[in-house]
Nanobody, 115 residues
Framework: QVQLVESGGGLVQPGGSLRLSCAAS????????LAWYRQAPGKQRELVAS???????TYAESVKGRFTMSGDSAKNTLYLHMSSLKPEDTAVYYC?????????WGQGTQVTVSS
């Protein structure tokens, strides 16, 4: 099966930045959709950012202008660069890849925004 491994989470002060990485065991170019989700305690999982092979790029309204998603095909790695972080961004962040109708999830990485 496809494996996804997130990294880069941690504790950051409000206004700070973090870059999350998601290393895939397969070429990211083979996936139809790549996405970042997050889930805060007591809240539902929400889509943070995504893009598809067709070029569609989507960001949650709460992160527009602050988060950017990118990928490095040579490294089979997906990135989520987060800036101007707020306490409300605190959550476990997951990457997800879709191919042929199958969804693959990483184990998640904790992001905590606190002073």
């Amino acid at each position: 099966q496809v494996q996804l491994v997130e990294s880069g989470g941690g504790l950051v002060q409000p206004g700070g930045s973090l870059r999350l990485s998601c290393a895939a065991s397969a070429s990211i170019n083979t996936f139809f959709e790549l996405a970042w989700y997050r889930q805060a305690p007591g809240k539902q999982r929400e889509l943070v950012a995504s893009f598809t092979a067709s070029g569609t790029n989507t960001y949650a309204e709460s992160v527009k202008g602050r988060f950017t998603m990118s990928g490095d095909s040579a490294k089979n790695t997906l990135y989520l660069h987060m800036s101007s972080l707020k306490p409300e961004d605190t959550a476990v962040y997951y990457c997800r890849a879709e191919r042929q109708g199958w969804h693959y999830w990483g184990q998640g990485t904790q992001v905590t925004v606190s002073s």
